[in-house]
């Protein structure tokens, strides 16, 4: 996905930390960031890192507020409906980019009441089995889903969730037929996908890496384009011959559409120059995750990339929400 991570960026967050001008026209008050999750997942998470090292380095008040419901629509809706001065922002998953496919209507045009600001953190995920299945690697499963149609499992957090996406992409590239296991969330799907009662699972790392390094499940591929330094010695989709395959689990901030482009480029540097210090990015290393992203026009590319992509998926499978 993203791989701009240089030295010469990371020299330039940290002159941008240490020159208080540039945020001199923002933040004017305090700031609400609202994450349309509960508390404690990765997106609260990061969202509550950024407002804290904002705070910091602008000495103005950073508050997140969390609005669950309705597949995330609940707190994208109140941003949308914001003022748009920088104030009030969002923090959210790449179901914005699937939200527009997953339903008839929603309360808010994502590509006119909502502008991208910037990537937050992002992962890939990584394709697991149960370490006495007899798939040592991606090939092998696949070979197995082309041999017998219709008999391998893949377990997913829910319909419409990401590992949804990757299990659909996964069989479109492979020309697998393969059958789409849905759970009430992750956790449930990972407990299954461990004790074999599904054969596979597209899971996140932080949750598939303990149980990786303990020999209970076996990694198999990862979704990016490139390996992850999180399981460097497992490869890609790509590198079994499968093209133009990447699953990207992301989180972006995002401001009401109106917000003058100037005010953007100032809270994206603001932001990426808080994700670029040491501490947050060991933070998120740690369970697989990059911290930060490219500039504000290159991640409206991908954002835009992103609900092309997932939109035509979900439109070709029939796939709905839970």
């Given at each position: 996905?993203?791989r ?24 004017t ?26 705070q ?71 394709l ?13 499963l ?51 996908t ?22 209970r ?36 901030m ?54 092309e ?10 796939i709905?929400?839970?």
């Amino acid at each position: 996905m993203f791989r701009l991570h240089s030295a010469l960026g990371t020299a330039l967050a940290v002159l941008m930390l240490g020159q208080p001008a540039i945020a001199a026209d923002w933040p004017t008050g305090t700031v609400t960031i609202i994450v349309p999750y509960t508390p404690g997942n990765i997106t609260d998470i990061a969202a509550r890192i950024v407002a804290q090292k904002l705070q910091e380095s602008t000495g103005q008040s950073f508050i997140v507020e969390n609005k669950p419901g309705a597949s995330t629509q609940i707190g994208t809706a109140e941003v949308a409906r914001a003022e748009p001065d920088g104030q009030t922002l969002l923090i959210t998953g790449a179901g914005f980019a699937t939200n527009p496919a997953l339903f008839a209507e929603l309360p808010y045009d994502t590509d006119k009441d909502l502008v991208p600001v910037g990537l937050v953190v992002s992962n890939p995920l990584v394709l697991v089995t149960a370490a006495d299945k007899p798939y040592p690697d991606f090939a092998s499963l696949v070979d197995f889903a082309k041999a017998n149609p219709g008999q391998l499992t893949m377990a997913s957090g829910g319909n419409g969730t990401l590992s949804h996406m990757a299990e659909a992409l996964t069989a479109l590239v492979t020309g697998t037929e393969m059958i789409h296991v849905p759970y009430k969330g992750g956790s449930a799907a990972a407990t299954d996908t461990l004790s074999g009662h599904v054969d596979s699972m597209w899971d996140n790392p932080s949750s598939a890496m303990p149980q990786i390094e303990a020999g209970r499940i076996r990694a198999l591929a990862v979704s990016s384009a490139h390996r992850s330094d999180a399981f460097p010695d497992v490869p890609t989709v790509g590198e079994f011959g499968y093209g133009n395959f990447e699953v990207i689990n992301w989180f972006a901030m995002f401001a009401p559409g109106a917000t003058d482009p100037e005010l953007l480029d100032t809270i994206h540097d603001q932001v990426q120059a808080a994700l670029e210090q040491p501490d947050v990015q060991e933070r998120f290393a740690k369970d697989g995750v990059t911290a930060g992203g490219p500039s504000r026009s290159e991640f409206a590319a991908f954002v835009a990339s992103e609900t092309e992509k997932w939109g035509q998926i979900i439109r070709d499978n029939g796939i709905h929400a839970d």
